[in-house]
């Protein structure tokens, strides 16, 4: 092959590559575009401080946006509530205690939780939780928010044990042979060495857990019954900003009030699940400079 | 290359090409099985004719109508006003076919103590004024209400007939399935679905309450004979719409949906044909 021919190809690869990352940015500007636009649009009709305060979300007349802030919320604290001790002591014990064949195995299988469509976990919530919480609590049903946060936090798992995982086995050796060396015994070696030293992954890995399940839709559409109403706590229905956007697209008239303001809770959603990716990443990116 | 795009050509164009011998149909979720089986069972009968039905809900639908992607909308709702206006603006004139009719069946658990409701009854569960039995029945356990989404047909529907305002409390389940799934589980809900839902057997350990209005005769929503002659209080029609000036290429379906086949399909798919 002569040069000037491999110089070509290097050239059309260069031009191909470059194209491709053109269009992911084109992509996420357009989407941006899109959303921003509809909410100045609902924005022109409901003023936004009806959108903020107000108590009820139901469309034609009242859009209020903070029962939906406030059941989202609810769901994606709790759940993080439930699956960070969890998910930051199986990383632990995956990376700290479990010998190499249970590590092997165990490893696998919670990445598999990742790979269960969430509208199969939604389904369990709806015949197995959810009767579950019922008979628990003595509730007329389980359909509520805690029913939603035990679900979400099943499906934040894989990400937030993952990334816990990789965050402690970063911590170097050196740490943890010096506090064993000090006479600490291999606990408080794991709690007061280890797991401090790994605390900026350990963020990163809740906040991108976070930001799973401040986006999951189907799971907590299936599971928190959709009540309009401000919940008052754990044992209330939910409604999430997800589940409002699934449930009403379908059915809404277009370009009317309420279409723009489907895309103006859309927005954001967007914005709040960007600030919590962006904490994640800085947090994991100082874990980098930090090991390097 | 240059064949290459000639074939991409040619799909962007055959997409927009609009002929004669297609109708599209898009809209309604509620509808869309029932228009499927109407459409299948048609093109048995009239190859010449090609019928393509899509779903993804009534307000999709309508909005194809307008752009002109779609040649009838199904839509479980009435059009709304803000619709009618962009229809208007753009100078389509549009016309709507009822082809059948959904009864709402209000269901409740076998477990509880109760044979038939009233209108009004159902009209203080739904706007939150009874909050628990008691106040209806001698059992002292708060009601649940589980129903469809706002901007559901079935949801509006309720709404405007009993003119009410729903509770905030009440619960908005995605789709009629889901709504049986936990009423099954709830002992004290109370529930209102689609009555195709709760036929053949779909109802184990339901109730299917009998409606009446006033002092009238209470009525069941599977009653066919009782729909037939408009009695059951809670029957909505389904709607189809359609720009006024393709009524003669869509008239053969239509004309379909009113035949006696239609009607038959019609009613195995749980839905009800109109009063003749």
Redesign the interface.
Known sequence: MDASRREQIDRLNKFLFKSTGLLTITLLGGIFLMLFSNSVLFFLDVSPVDFFTG??W??DTKYSFLPLLVSTFLVAVGSMIIAVPLGIFTAAYLSELAPRKVQMILKPIIEMLAAIPSVAIGFLG??LV??GL?SIFGI????NALNGAILLAVMALPTIVTISEDAINAVPKSHREASLALGANQWETLFRVTIPAASPGLIAAVMLGLGRALGETMTV??AT?????IPEGFLD?V?TITATI???????????T??YALFAIAAFLFLITLVVNFTGEYFANRLRKFHS | MKSFLFLVLFFLLSSCYNDNHTIKIKGSDTEVNLAVLLAERYHLENTSLLVSVSGGGSGLGIASLLNGNADIANSSRSIKYAERALFERKKIAIDSFVFAQDAIAFVVSDKLPIDSISTKTITNILNGNHQNWSSIIPLNQPITIYGRQSNSGTHDYVKSILGIQFSPHAMQMNGNAQIIEALKVDNSGFGYVSAGYVLNGNAAGLKILPVFHEDGNAFSPLDVDAIASGHYFFQRPLYQYYRKKDYQKIKPFLDFEKSETGAKIIQQSGYYPLNK
């Open positions: 108590s009820q139901d469309p709806i015949v959810g009767p019922a007329q049903n389980g359909l559409l299936m019954g959709n009540a309009a109403a229905s409604r699934a449930i009403e697209m379908g059915e809404v008239p277009y370009q009317t309420h279409y």
